[in-house]
Every structure is written in C-alpha cells, then in structure tokens.
C-alpha cells in the first residue's frame, strides 16, 4: 500500500483531443455523426487552412475519417469520427467531470 495521493485529474486530458479547436470538432462531428468541413468551418469559426491542419492532427492519432467526394458538382469533405475518437472523446469528458467535481468539492484551504 502506498501513501501516494492519486493523480490529479488534469494529468489525465489529453493534449490531443484537449486543445479547444480539436475538442470542438469532436463534439460537433460527434453530435453530427458526419460533418461537412465547411459546416465544420463555419461552427467553429476558423479558416479552411486552420481546420485542415486541425483534421491533419485528429486524422493522424486514429480519431477521425475523412471523407472525400462530390454533393452534385461539389467536391466535398466529411469527417466522422472512428471508435477511438468517440472513445478519447468519452475519456476526455469523463476526466474533464473528475476536475470540475474536485474543484466543487475542494475546500477553501489553498494547501495540499
């Protein structure tokens, strides 16, 4: 038995899926099921150049699937997110709640 305390609750977000734009298209594409990137472009009020990147990162770590193709004459790009994405999307609300419930119940008392 040790006497360590347990971790603290931010040590377990993830960079990845933490960062505000990556996490708000999670949720979007979550909410959405499948996302249009300007539909995505528009919500979360970025450049086309920005998203990309954005989707680059979430694409790479397993968490998204992009999707290209035509709506008509359009081309046109969708994301939904893979069962690791919904997971890490999971796991990152679930650690953000463990926060949320210490700083609620913390005491006054500044001190560890």
């Not at 979430?58 to 359009?74: C, D, M, N, P, S």
């Amino acid at each position: 038995m040790t006497d360590q305390p347990d971790p603290h609750p931010a040590i377990g977000l993830d960079d990845v899926v933490h960062q505000r734009v990556r996490l708000g298209i999670l949720t979007v594409a979550h909410q959405a099921r499948r996302a249009e990137f300007g539909f995505l472009r528009t919500t979360l009020g970025l450049t086309a150049g920005n998203l990309s990147q954005h989707l680059t990162v979430l694409e790479k770590a397993g968490l998204v699937e992009i999707e290209k193709g035509y709506e008509g004459k359009r081309a046109r790009t969708w994301l939904s997110l893979t069962p690791a994405g919904h997971q890490a999307l999971a796991d990152e609300v679930a650690q953000l709640k463990q926060l949320i419930h210490q700083i609620e119940q913390g005491s006054s008392d500044p001190s560890p």
